[in-house]
């Protein structure tokens, strides 16, 4: 079976696996509790007795089975109450040893994994549409485990292949730059490649105000689903938002661009000082010339190859690792979510999609004159990768073999506009951000006038420049969009659920434009591309993705002499 047909199968396990067992399920909705602030909830051994209530620490996830469900009696409109459901507490070691005395004052025999039974307060927020909103939430502790359970696995995967990031990107830019061996030529790579990934991304937002206009999401979502997504998630923006404000300025950035200390550049995985470094370093060796550069640039090739080995090794893990990255998404993230906000996910995938066919197929079909089948044939290792791992920097060393080994591109262009691309060019983020600018604008009723879509266009091109490729980068800087056009932002409380999940599809989207801005550079520098068919692929065990770690280990004695 191809590596592709593995990780789509990895998916879709993932996907089934998320949806029945994962912590949203309604086939679990049992009646476990789970609080993932223990410190929000007050748990008595006897409701009538304030002096009974046992100490969390805060922060701490509880779980606890319910054995009498909480009784509010007649819930009035707009009135909040409060109601004590009987539980089964399982005292863990955290909540002891926060406050072991005062718990073994309470209870006879305290250690970790006693049971006691406890009341545990439920409060009910009146909704703003009408009804309540009962919190702690249901969710299925069960659920929790079975993520618990999975995410080691797809950490695995993900620490995997962010191992080999550093050391291929430096290796491979260094030897790329060295080879090109004309400064003037690097220069016009250059600014070729930030106009066009500058141009594609003011495309990607314009496209995702546009559809947004059209479908009108903001519409489809009523008064309490607004005020459950607001209750269930206002938590968590005050963390976005700060983020955003502590971001440094342009000026600050610009300057970070420039390492103080490569090697903490290095350890640290700054892309864009990484990049810098090495486009110094190569651009130095090419001056030393031949005679005193060609061994640096040698050591670091055979870097870069064993680097290669690396990623096919992580590869071959991919598949599981997938599915249980998919899984904890997916698990996470419940239908719920899913069903208030579907007509503005769909939103952002018809966007998505739209920029992804026409930009992406225009550029790679018209001006690179590139087959589009062969093309998204050649990319689909690294489309998949970015769509698991919602990480445009994680996918970097896939794309980079997908560039090179796929579609042919020589190692100069890959190893400069791919590693560039992962952190300036996000035009998935970019068109999402549009389309939740306007969701949010039209579910609070904001007028937008032609200068705040503008200054969405331009706040979110910027934005998508400073974001990392990392996932949930995209609604960071999304606090600053909605400044830039003065949307409130709790206004992220609506979408923050629903926006792991959409980060899969704009991440996919964001490496595929990498890519098509890739091959479009590599035919403007002459190179002729020339997309791997399967059948090519599965004979030569040197290029592509399958048989590659069929080769025999040698051992190696180092030269004596
Ligand atoms: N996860 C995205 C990426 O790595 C960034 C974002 O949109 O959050 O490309």
Redesign the pocket.
Known sequence: MQIYTKILLGMAVGTVVGLTLGPNSSLLEADVYSLRDGGAAEVRLDPAQPATALPLPKGMALKVDILEPPDPGPLQANQPAEAWAKVNLVLNERMLLANKGRVAELVEKARPGTVVAAWLQIRYLPLEGGGHQATPVPISGLGDQVIAFVHPIGEVFMRGIKMVIVPLVFASLLVGIASLGDIRKLGRLGGRTLALYMITTAVAVTIGLLVAHIIQPGEFIDAADKARLTAQFAGDVGDKAAKAAAAPSTIENLLNIIPENPLQALTNGDMLQIIFFAVVFGIALTMLGEGEGKIVVTFFDKVQHAMIMVIHMVMAVAPYGVAALVAEVVGQSGASVLGALLVYGLTVVVGLFLHATLVYGGLVRVLAKVPLMGFLKAIRPAQLIAFST????AALPVSMECAEDNLGVSNSVSSFVLPLGSTVN?D??AL?QGVAALFIAQVFDIQLTLGDQLSIVGAATMASVG?A???????VTLAMVLTASGIPQVGLALILGMDRLL?MF??AV?VTGDLSVTTVMAVAEGETIDPLSSAEDAKDPNRGFEGRLDREPEPIEPDQG
């Open positions: 919602s990480s445009s920097s996000m998935g983020t999402y974001a490729g990392v996932p949930g980068a995209g609604m980060d704009r991440t964001n």
